[in-house]
């Protein structure tokens, strides 16, 4: 079953040990940040640096793990049609819009979208660390220089994680001009039992 | 006044706003992990994915200023003989130790370091964020890979950071083998008072 994600919000849920969690981008052009917390202690959350760590990388795709800051493996990329994602920078916030978008209205952007989100889950707002930004375009220059590009994504592109760990999952759609190309989409995402791919 | 962390080692102060904290490599090929936490409240703290956004790069230098989860500038870079940091990795610990070194005696590493150095100032050790590796040598490949190297600091290379609010500060004398090319050295480092440099 596919859940949509309306442009520029954001939701929360659990997702089992075992399950994958297809993210989809159905028009093409939009991003999706995610976060992972354990369900059996969110303080234990996705980690930017650990995994940057363990996968010796930082373009993460098919076959690479996402870590925990307590050294734990949390969710496995097993299927990527896209191979562009980024784990550097942290969602939008009304401080990000006014600092890089002063002329336009704020908006709580992906951060704003996933304190609220995952408040019912026990995790504080300061506890969100940075996310995983799926299908985010954020080319590294040889002297270290960053900027963010519209997706590289075309209609029905996904990724699919499998689940190490019984997980909370914060994932959103978009909020912010630059890393959508300047449209406002939504995504997809789909629940996939243990099993289901054999 | 020069404090020196001994090697494998880590400490926690308090650095006010306006005062500088000069972190020196004495020895030359030396790294040491830097955390810092707002003295008022420590759910804000240091952020890499924040500091990548506004600062629009990973190679931090003189000019460059590190952010906290809150959106708020925490420390400038004010000198810097090396201008060679990293900001992707996480402190070694216990598990990182196993990981990558399964043959040598396991270390608690900076993690495990800060994390007592933190504590008395509430800091939990989940609440630790990636650090600011000073001298880390870090490159990363255009195709995202990254290697741990050598840092390339000679003796008496060293970086001065302001402080631009009232933090919390934790620092070490690099406990991995990789990180510090194979040898444990001692790391020095000096508060100076605001204006101590016009």
């Not at 951060?111 to 930004?133: M, Q, S, Y």
């Not at 220089?145 to 996904?158: H, L, M, Q």
Request: net charge negative; with cysteine.
């Amino acid at each position: 079953m596919i859940t949509e994600i309306p442009p520029r919000s954001g939701t929360a849920f659990r997702l089992a040990r075992g399950d994958s969690l297809r993210v989809i981008d159905p028009d093409g052009g939009q991003v999706s940040d995610m976060l992972a917390f354990m369900a059996d202690d969110p303080r234990e959350a996705l980690s930017n640096g650990r995994t940057f760590d363990y996968e010796e990388t930082i373009r993460l795709t098919t076959g690479h793990r996402l870590w925990s800051n307590r050294s734990r493996p949390m969710l496995e990329i097993v299927e990527d049609s896209v191979g562009t994602h980024d784990f550097l920078l942290t969602p939008c916030s009304e401080a990000t819009f006014r600092h890089f978008y002063p002329d336009k209205p704020v908006h709580r952007g992906c951060f704003g979208n996933l304190a609220e989100a995952l408040a019912p889950f026990a995790v504080a707002a300061d506890a969100i660390p940075t996310a995983f930004n799926i299908f985010m375009n954020v080319p590294v220059a040889p002297d270290g220089k960053i900027r963010v590009e519209a997706p590289t994504t075309r209609p029905g592109d996904f990724i699919r994680l499998r689940a190490l760990a019984d997980l909370i999952v914060g994932l959103t759609a978009c909020s912010a001009y630059d890393s959508c190309g300047g449209s406002f989409k939504p995504i997809h995402y789909a629940i996939e039992p243990a099993g289901g791919d054999g």
